[in-house]
Each structure stands twice: as structure tokens, then as C-alpha cells.
Nanobody, 123 residues
Framework: QVWPVQSGGGLVQAGASLRLSCTLS????????LGWFRQASGKEREFVAA????????SLADSVKGRFTISRDNRMNVVDLDMNNMKPEDTAVYYC????????????????WGQGTQVTVSS
């Protein structure tokens, strides 16, 4: 069973930076596309960022472009979401997700999900 294991998160002020990290338990890390999704209270889950198995393809949601960066280190088996210039609207529970096969940023096609971590940005 593949299980994304997340770390990071917490409470920051607007304009601050934060890093979320994720590794995989039970799977060959370099074989998986990894994505970050978030769900704010009362809202639907939304795509944030994704990175292909080899790191050569990435995608970011328009709302975070220029502020967030996704990267991975297949030797260290970790994917990082670096969040800069954070805004109150970034407040949400963030989820790391994993899949193999066809590239997609649609969450419904990611079968493996982490436990979620709360990120709160105060104004």
C-alpha cells in the first residue's frame, strides 16, 4: 500500500513563507507523479501543483504562480512545495497525492492521498 506522508504546515502571517514536504511510504518514489491539492473550509478541493516522476514537467495553479514552487529530489525521496508571499486566501488543508501513469492535475485520478496538513495565513 502506497501512503504519502506529509510534513510542514502551520500558522504564518501574510507575506511569509512556508514549506510543505511529502515522501512516500510503501512505493518506489521515482515512479510516481506527485501533486499538491488544498481544500479551504466550505470549499471544494482544488489543484495547487504537480510534478512529473522525473521532475521535468511541473504545473502550478494560476492562483499560486509566481509565489509557489514545486520540486522533488528522487535521491532523497521527497517532494517540496515552497510557498512564498503567502496570502490569507492560501489558508486551507493541504494534501499530498500520488499517482502513476498518465499526467494529470485532476485530483480524482490520484489514488493515493496523504493525511492533510493545516496551513493558516493570518492577515
Amino acid at each position: 500500500q502506497v501512503w504519502p506522508v506529509q510534513s510542514g504546515g502551520g500558522l504564518v502571517q501574510a507575506g511569509a513563507s512556508l514549506r510543505l514536504s511529502c515522501t512516500l511510504s510503501g512505493g518506489a518514489f521515482s515512479s510516481y507523479t506527485l501533486g499538491w491539492f488544498r481544500q479551504a473550509s466550505g470549499k471544494e478541493r482544488e489543484f495547487v501543483a504537480a510534478i512529473r516522476e522525473n521532475g521535468e514537467i511541473t504545473s502550478l495553479a494560476d492562483s499560486v504562480k509566481g509565489r509557489f514552487t514545486i520540486s522533488r529530489d528522487n535521491r532523497m525521496n521527497v517532494v517540496d512545495l515552497d510557498m512564498n508571499n503567502m496570502k490569507p486566501e492560501d489558508t486551507a488543508v493541504y494534501y499530498c497525492a500520488a499517482k502513476t501513469g498518465v499526467w494529470t492535475t485532476v485530483g480524482e485520478f490520484y489514488p493515493y492521498w496523504g493525511q492533510g496538513t493545516q496551513v493558516t495565513v493570518s492577515s
